[in-house]
Every structure is written in C-alpha cells, then in structure tokens.
C-alpha cells in the first residue's frame, strides 16, 4: 500500500491526545488537534465579558491542554517551537476539517457509547481511504466499528500508544476481522520507520499484550509481598536494575504513573477474562483497595506507596507505606546476601541463574515472581499473539524489561524455568511440553548472526523479524568479533564496515576504549571501506574514565595524565583524520568524550533520543578531548549574521560553561553540536546501527577523501578574551558563580582566544589542542576540582564550590 501521512487529526486532548500530536508533529506531520466545546464560561471568561460563541470560550479545553502538554517535563516535542505545527479546533465547528486529513486518531474517554457516536460523526466528513484508528487500552476494538461504513471498517484499528508517547517505544497495532491486511502493514511500518517506535500485532483481547502480561506481574506481587513478608522498599530494591527494570522498579514505578491507572486497568482485567486461570490475581490486595479509599494515588495526591515530609530540621525525607499497618514510616536499607553474589556480574542474564539459586528470602522472591510470569506469559498463547517474541517486545518496549519473560527463561535455562514452573504448582503451557518432547531447549537461538525463534506453529526456528534493519550486536558479536579487549570489541558488520562497540563500565572512554578506536580505524584503513563507533548500551557514553583521571591527580602524576590526554586528543583527531569514513552514532546520554567523538566524526547518525553535551564544567575541568577546540573551530566558521564576531565564540563558550545538553537530537543541531546536511537522525534507535552503517557505505561509494588538517581557525586574541574575563569578574560579582568557577571560565576563555594574542590570529587545530590539554592539567591541580570530581564519583551528582 503506497500512503503518505502529511496530516493527521487527533480527537481528544487530554494527556494522551495532545502528547501523540505533538510526537507527530516531531516527525514533520501537520495535526489537527480537536476536543470538546465548553458547556459553560469560567470565571476569568465571565470577567472578560465572553460568551459560549466566542472562539477563544470555544477551543479553550484544547487550547489549554496543548498549553500544559508543551510545558511538560520531559517535553513531549523535540522542539518547542514544533508546537506551531499543531493547530487546535472543536468538534462542533472543526470537524468538517477531517475530509482532508490522512489518519484520524481517537483518544476520547474510555466509554464505547461515547466512541461509537462519535465515529457515527466522524463518518460523515471522513474521506473514503483515509485512516482511522482508536487509541484505547480497555475497550474491544471490533466493537467500535459497529453500523460504520465498508471502508471505514477496512481502514479501521486499534495503534494503543503508551505513555509517554514521545519517550515509551511501544506501539501496539490491533486489527479487527475487516481490517484491511495492507493497513496492517502500513502501520507495522509507519511505527517503526516514522515514529520510532517498536510495532508489535496484538490480537484483539483485553488489554492487548504488554498490558496483559506487565499488569499481571505487578499484581502478583502486589499478592506475594504480603505472604512473604517483605517491605516495598525490598520490592523496589529487588525489582530494579539490578535484573534490568527500571531504576524507579515496582512501587516507585506505581507511584508516578497513578495508582488509579493501575487500579483501572486491573479492575477491567478481572472483569474482562472470566476464563484466566489467573484471573484472582487481577483482583485489588487490602492495602491496595484501602489506598484507593485514602486517595493515596501516588505522585498526583502526594502520597502512595512513598511519601515524602519535612523534619522538624527542615530537612526532606522520604517515607514508605508499611503495607500491614498503613503508616508512613522511614525507610530502612534492603540488603540481601543474594543480591552480594552479584556484584561482579555486569550481564543481567548471567545474574539470574544466580539469583533464582539463591537460599535467602531474595532467592525464594525470585524463583516465585518468575515462575509465575514464565508461566502465565506462555499459556497467553496463542490468546493474546501466536508468537512469543511479540510478548518480549512488549514488555521491553511497554515497561521498559531489558528482557521479555521467554528471554529470561532462556537465561534461567530452559528445563530449570519447567522445574521453577512445576514447584510453584503453576500450569504449563501444552506447548512448552511439545517443546520439551521434541528435545528443543531454547525459545531463541544465533546463528551466523542472525536471531531466530521458536514457531509454535510449524514447531521449528524461525529468522526473528527484521534482518538487515536491526543489527543486534549480540547476535553478531560470537561470530563476527575481529578483535577485542576488555573494554571494546570490533565487530564486522558486513559489506566492508566495521563496528567499535565500547563494552567499558557505563561505556566510559577508558585506554581500553581508545585503544579500540585506533585499533578498529587501522584495520578499516588496510581492509575494510569504513567504519561506525556504537554500542546497544543503556548509554552511548558517559564521557572519559573519570576515576582514572582523578588517580592520576590525586597522586600528582601529571606526567601520566598529560600523556592520558593528549592520547585522547589523538584519537580522537584519528577519528577525523583517516582514510576512511567514521560514522559515530550515539543514543540516549552522549556526555563529554561521547559528544567530543561525535564532534570529530565524517558524520554523526543519531537517535532522535539522545541528550548530547560537553559537560566536563560539573567536575571542575574544560573539555580536554578536543571539545574545546572543535567548539572554537566552529565559531570560526559561524558568525551570527550582521552581528560582531565575538558572540558566536561567546555562544559556544556558554554551552561549555554552563554544561548545556542538548534534549533531543534535533536540539543537538540548534545546538551546533550536529551539522545540517552532514548529521542524520533515526526515529527508532533500533535501526540506529543499520542507519549509520548505511550513512558510511554511502561516504565510501561516493569516493571518500580524507579531511585536510586544519591551519587556519581564527581566533581573537585579546579582543575575545578581555570581554570574557570582564564577564567572568562580573558575574562573580553578581553572585552567579564561585570564585573557582571564575577560573575556569578565564581557562576556558585563553583557549578559545588561542591564548593572550594581540590581535586575530589564524592558528592550527593542534595549537588550540595544547592550549586547551594545558588549561586541563593546570585545573587538575586544584583542590576544588578534585572535590567536584570525588563529589561526582560518589554521588553521580555535580557539586559545586
């Protein structure tokens, strides 16, 4: 089916309605968004002498909602400026409007009645072939298509966003029997292309998928932590990063989303599957009934699972609900000797074998939490999808698990997940027993880098979807690893291109790191046509080896740490300077060195989420990796139009000085951090290795020249550098930075100057590249710098003196 979407309609403003509006008007689409006309005037419409006919009375419930949803924290839009592409209507007087829309998205109220009237309305200016779908959670989505037209039910279904939109990947696509099977694709695609997301078919059962199986797992602990006597504060330590949850875990997680939210879901489940063999666990635990009495919902009423309160001191503290008694009380520290067993183990799947082998409490939580999210995942099927990996994407994309329950019981191992399953008295799955006859002993399985899975259907593996267009490092690395050390491996990605993947702690750019860049670029330079820097970690990179660093200072080896950095500044020059193309491709967190590698690259391709900056003022130092340089090269080259020259070198001496990062990839460009015409951007970070290794092939094919070094960057000299010093001095002065600050920005002002010179001067990349490693060790020998970098070491927070 060839369709474009140039414009879409969303119907319904409220916190779902105006997010997904503004995640498509990130992708470009031109939205139409509409809501309800108000019923009466209020207060400050009435002073105004307003009636119910004037406009602004008339949109004033989308106007506002739109309002709230740009000032959101985390923002819904890329850019704020993007809200321009959204325009705002009623459906009394806008919704003629839809005959020239190409997809109409509802988010109204959870009622069918309510649904089903409006798409009555909605048909009657709809144009044959346009889109329709629902973005409901609760209700069948067969039934909303009830005395609509052929072609409507044909372009009908459900796309079940989850919230937030801009941020969550998951997009769940649910058919009806008349869905057009072409409208299927269409949007399988347009989700995972367009809007970044991971697309999973769900059939059409109560709650879908994710919601099935994730509000399961969360009330069944909700029942199990009362039996086994633990304390919300043990739940959240458990069920944290530690086996790749989220750091906010169960409780913490409950809270901000709304305990209501959950309460309603759960509710409608039981309701809804009469048959589950599960179906009690949906209903509401004591605590949780008595909460929803109390309006202890969470976050929204200030109290919920956590509770936080202000000491006779003045001080803030956090309190848990005890769940037996109902009280707030203070906090007290989990510790499990199982969870020590762990410490040295980086890989969550190699944690679980450990944890569920456990002989504490953790231990017997961990072998009962699994058991029964192993079990009830596998006997959804074929009810809720006839393939279990969409049940893993759910969860991954849906709640944010590094892993799926089929991939955890492949961690666990298969034979012990049934023994698990069987110990608990659970149910198993009569396709999981064929599994086991048939002597298979996996769910997924590699080979030859590809990833396959195990068909229920046809009882064989087949190629997970996607090929080519989602390299999975993990199902390359055994066989295509050309070299590696303990902080980097090289992979080849095939046709010619090779992958540096930082495998480093937090992916910091430690010597075993750079060792990798130049190491990957010089077998690229003798064999290979190019090469892409980028991982799969949680992170791009947090930026240099920052213990490292503080060592070196501490015990004054100043010698070391001149070298250390300046083979930084080299390798990163190597990645501008060879003769082959270097594509580096960041994601999320891309902080001092992630962003100076990204600085220095042929070309950057990045996901749209990722929170770029040079941040290296928050421990009390300037970029020392050649961040500096290159934010001096670039004013260089960009001065603000019919303006003096020295604000664009101030505008790039802020970015530094305040540590400012880049919100968004497309924030990176407003920025100056990417390059119009050079730098990309990918929508799903899924396709982000596929996508840079495309951007490379491209550089090579096209005839690829290496880059002539550099020896003409302008700089200011004292005309630069006395404005900065005097602004340094003045907002001393003014009370808005410490004395120690006030050095570090007259350091990073002599660099960006090119030093104490009398008049503009054309100088080398190299020469600013030793101003600035000087400026760097010379801060490295104050105390207030290392204190900022211990404070940043041991708290993760900047500090500052």
């Known amino acids: 089916m060839k369709k474009t979407i140039k414009h879409a309609t969303v119907i319904g403003s409220g916190i779902m309605g105006s997010q997904i509006a503004c995640h498509l008007a990130n992708i470009g689409v031109r939205v139409l968004l509409l809501d309800i006309v108000p019923r009466e005037l209020n207060e400050r419409e009435e002073k105004a002498g307003l009636s119910l006919e004037d406009k602004a009375v008339r949109n004033r419930i989308v106007n506002e909602s739109l309002t709230k949803a740009v000032k959101m924290n985390p923002a819904p839009l890329f850019d704020k400026a993007y809200a321009s592409r959204i325009e705002t209507g009623n459906l009394d007087d806008d919704l003629a409007k839809i005959a020239k829309t190409d997809w109409i998205i509802e988010v109204v109220v959870e009622r069918l009645d309510i649904k089903q009237s409006l798409f009555e309305k909605v048909e009657q200016y709809r144009k044959p072939g346009t889109f329709i779908s629902s973005n409901t959670s609760g209700i069948p989505i067969h039934l909303m298509t009830e005395g609509r037209s052929e072609d409507f039910q044909k372009f009908f279904l459900g796309t079940h966003f989850f919230n937030p939109p801009r941020y969550l990947e998951l997009l769940e696509i649910i058919p009806t029997p008349k869905t057009d099977p072409e409208v299927v694709d269409f949007f399988m695609h347009y989700g995972d292309r367009y809007l970044g997301k991971t697309t999973v078919l769900c059939k059409d059962t109560p709650a879908f998928i994710a919601n099935r199986v994730g509000i399961f797992a969360i009330m069944d602990l909700f029942h199990k932590v009362g039996e086994m006597g633990l304390s919300v504060e043990d739940i959240d330590k458990l069920t944290g990063p530690l086996i790749g949850r989220p750091k906010s875990a169960t409780f913490r997680t409950a809270d901000v989303v709304g305990l209501d939210t959950l309460i309603h879901v759960a509710n409608g489940l039981a309701q809804a599957v009469p048959h589950d063999e599960k179906q009690e666990v949906f209903k509401l635990p004591g605590f949780l009934q008595k909460m929803q009495e109390n309006n202890w919902l969470g976050s929204k009423t200030g109290q919920g699972f956590y509770k936080k309160v202000k000491g006779e001191d003045g001080k803030s503290e956090i309190l848990s609900l005890d769940l037996d008694t109902l009280e707030y009380i203070s906090q007290k520290r989990s510790k499990f000797a199982t969870l020590e067993l762990t410490k040295t183990i ?456």
């Open 346 to 801: 980086d890989d969550v799947r190699e944690r679980w074998k450990v944890l569920i082998g456990g002989k504490d409490k953790a231990g017997e939580f961990y072998r009962r939490s699994v058991a029964g999210v192993m079990a009830y995942a596998a006997n959804r099927i074929p009810e809720i999808a006839d393939d279990l990996f969409r049940i893993d994407q759910g969860m991954r994309a849906g709640f944010g698990w590094k892993h799926g329950p089929f991939e955890i019981w492949d961690a666990i191992g298969f034979e012990k997940g049934i023994k698990l399953i069987e110990a608990e008295g659970l149910s198993l799955a009569p396709w999981v027993k064929e599994m086991q006859a048939a002597g298979h002993t996996s769910f997924y399985s590699v080979k030859e880098g590809q990833g396959y899975y195990y068909n229920i259907g046809d009882k064989s593996y087949q190629a997970l979807p996607g090929g080519k267009s989602f390299i999975v490092l993990d199902h390359i690395r055994p066989s295509k690893t050309v070299w590696k050390n303990k902080e980097c491996a090289i992979e080849d990605l095939g046709d010619g291109i090779l992958n540096i993947e930082f495998r480093s702690k937090m992916n910091s750019l430690g010597s075993g790191v750079l060792a990798g860049i130049n190491k990957g670029i010089e077998l690229a330079e003798q064999d290979y046509q190019g090469v892409v820097i980028s991982n799969q970690g949680d992170n791009f990179s947090v930026g240099a080896n920052l213990a490292m660093i503080f060592m070196m200072a501490i015990e004054q080896e100043y010698d070391e740490l001149n070298f250390a950095i300046k083979y930084f500044q080299d390798t990163m020059m190597r990645v501008r300077y060879s003769s082959i193309p270097v594509v580096v491709a960041p994601h999320q967190m891309t902080l001092g060195g992630g962003c100076e590698m990204s600085l220095h690259a042929d070309a950057v391709q990045a996901a749209a989420e990722t929170y770029i900056g040079l941040v290296e003022f928050g421990v009390g130092v300037i970029p020392g990796g050649g961040g500096t340089k290159e934010l001096t090269r670039r004013a260089g080259l960009r001065y603000v139009k019919d303006d003096i020259e020295t604000n664009a070198y101030r505008e790039n001496l802020f970015r530094i000085g305040q540590a400012q990062v880049a919100k968004s990839a497309k924030e990176a460009f407003d920025m100056g951090l990417f390059v119009e015409g050079r730098d990309g951007i990918s929508m799903n970070r899924h396709r982000l290795i596929a996508d840079a290794k495309e951007r490379a092939l491209a550089l090579a094919e096209t005839g690829y020249q290496m880059p002539i070094r550099e020896r003409d960057i302008k700089v200011l000299g004292r005309q630069a550098l006395g404005m900065f010093t005097v602004g340094a001095h003045t907002m001393l002065e003014g009370g808005y930075i410490t004395e120690h600050e006030k050095k570090m920005v007259e350091k990073l002002a002599y660099v960006m100057s090119g030093g104490d010179l009398s008049e503009p001067t054309f100088v080398s990349e190299q020469y600013l590249l030793d101003l600035e490693r000087e400026a760097f060790l010379s801060l490295c020998t104050e105390k207030k710098t290392l204190e900022r970098i211990q404070h940043m070491l041991k708290t993760g927070k900047p500090l500052r003196n």
